[in-house]
């Protein structure tokens, strides 16, 4: 249970962690953009401080992004309660993540993202499956032992 609940807590922080970042983006990028001097960086601040300027109810958009991790987030309190019979919210983190990776890259060439920054975006499903992979290796084990227990 110890190594679940490790597992559960880092998909859970990092959704918590994802979805706060996605709320001061303006601030952000305007902190990045003076520590590290990367075109894009600039790009996108900029562009971002021009359109906050002038449309500010665009940021919602990604105020609502924040609330959907923060959402799914609470969603892995099922699995870190009773992780077998929650398996399937694992299962479903899993698939998310790896069908993070073509939404990056599709989306990403539509939107013009950079390819390398394309990358960045898709480590992020790869790091998110890594520890949701290990959770459902114990929670699979945790459901032998139970069975066998029977």
Request: charged content about 20%; overall charge neutral.
């Amino acid at each position: 249970m110890r190594r679940i609940r490790v597992n559960l807590l880092i998909v859970i922080a990092g959704l918590v962690l994802g979805g706060a970042t996605a709320i001061p983006l303006e601030l952000e990028l305007r902190v990045l953009s003076q520590n590290i001097d990367h075109p894009w960086i600039i790009k996108v601040r900029d562009a971002l401080i021009e359109t906050y300027a002038k449309y500010p109810f665009i940021g919602y958009g990604t105020d609502w992004l924040a609330f959907g991790h923060f959402v799914i987030a609470i969603a892995f309190i099922g699995p870190w309660r009773e992780p077998v019979k929650n398996k399937w919210v694992v299962e479903f983190g899993m698939i998310a993540c790896v069908l993070l990776v073509p939404y990056a890259l599709i989306m990403g060439q539509v939107r013009d993202i950079p390819f390398g920054w394309r990358f960045i975006d898709c480590s992020f499903g790869v790091f998110g499956l890594l520890p949701l992979w290990f959770c459902r290796r114990e929670i699979n084990a945790l459901e032998h032992d139970l069975s066998t227990a029977a």
